[in-house]
């Protein structure tokens, strides 16, 4: 399983760093890919991340999901990128998983994949989710698309990423070694 995390500037540090940290403890292959290059990303609270590689390196057959990120102006400036948007849109068009958390299931919005899913969102966020139905759970999963609410919420919203996209048995066993169950 080959998963790209695309970061821009204001991402969520808790919420990438999760996502990254739990799929790969679950043997997952996680690339990150800089809208900026490979050059330090800085996140919403001055941490800043280096990522593997540039998202104009990014071809989409290379990948069996795409996981993105919230975080303020993070999920704004994935919303406004072209190559995001075509990544997810191309992604959604092979049935691939599309993930997003926190306040960037917008983005999923923005790229015009939706058709009635059931997704969830950062509360505050609702507003921006056009074409799909909000549902007010941690995390919400319908079809190809899982979706969560933010930061509290990033290590479940990971750990059920690595049961759809692994195994029952692996994310299990991950959640027990960080103590989430």
Known sequence: MNVIVPLATGFEEVEASSIIDILRRGEVSVTTAGLS??????????????????IDEIDA??????????????????GDDKMVLDLVREMHRDKKYIAAICGAPSVLSRSGILSG???TIYPGCRNLLTD????????????NIITSQGPA?????????????VSDKKAEEVARAVLAR
């Open 37 to 54: 290059g490979k050059a330090p990303i800085e996140g919403a609270h001055g941490i800043k991340f280096i990522a593997d590689t540039a």
């Open 61 to 78: 057959g290379d990948y069996d999901a795409i996981v993105l990120p919230g975080g303020s102006p993070g999920f704004t400036n994935l």
């Open 132 to 143: 799909a139905e909000y549902v007010d759970k941690s995390v919400v999963k319908d079809k």
């Open 153 to 165: 919420t990033s290590i479940e919203f990971a750990i059920e990423l690595l049961r759809v996209f």
């Open 117 to 119: 899913e059931k997704l």
